[in-house]
């Protein structure tokens, strides 16, 4: 009795499908297997290619092979070309995290997630514009000096606060 109550638990499970990934980088399986085929004489493949597909499917997958068969072929060409297409972009380095006045930060992020750029992104751009405009620039250590002793006083603060607390 156990097995037939183990059996329907069985058969009423629902399990989910998950659709089958896609990799551009790495050849389908049957493409790949087409391009092992190719490797090897003629003779011994001819038999398998006969159980494994009919001419339409093999010419129409032949084709499609083409077209990627040097991207295929030969994997460490595609790494060094997108090795290559890396180095041509400027290199970044993660910066320590940056504390944020709590109602610059929310306006900040609204703004730039309504532009679709990262914050780091718009820090980037907003250093260029300003590095070029040497009266930008003079404004914004202006305002950047009074932010600065504002979080000076702001930790002196608070290093009171603990420490009479702790009295």
């Not at 059996?7 to 391009?35: C, F, G, H």
Request: aromatic share 2%.
């Amino acid at each position: 009795m156990s097995d037939s109550i183990l059996d329907q638990i069985r058969s009423n499970r629902k399990r989910t499908v998950v659709p089958s990934r896609e990799d551009t980088l790495i050849a389908p399986k049957q493409e790949s297997e087409q391009i092992a085929q190719r490797s090897t004489p003629a003779n011994e493949t001819s038999n398998e290619t006969s159980n494994k597909t009919s001419a339409n499917e093999t010419s129409t997958n032949a084709t499609s092979t083409n077209a990627t068969s040097n991207e295929t072929t030969n994997p460490n060409s595609t790494l060094e070309e997108l090795k290559a297409e890396l180095a041509k972009l400027p290199p970044t380095r993660r910066h320590s995290a940056v504390v944020l006045d709590a109602e610059i930060d929310a306006n900040l992020t609204r703004f730039c997630k309504e532009k679709g750029v990262t914050v780091e992104v718009f820090l980037e751009a907003a250093w260029l514009q300003a590095e070029a405009s040497s009266e930008l620039m003079e404004k914004i250590l202006v305002e950047a000096k009074c932010r600065y002793d504002s979080r000076k006083l702001a930790g002196k603060l608070r290093r009171l606060i603990t420490m009479l607390s702790g009295r």
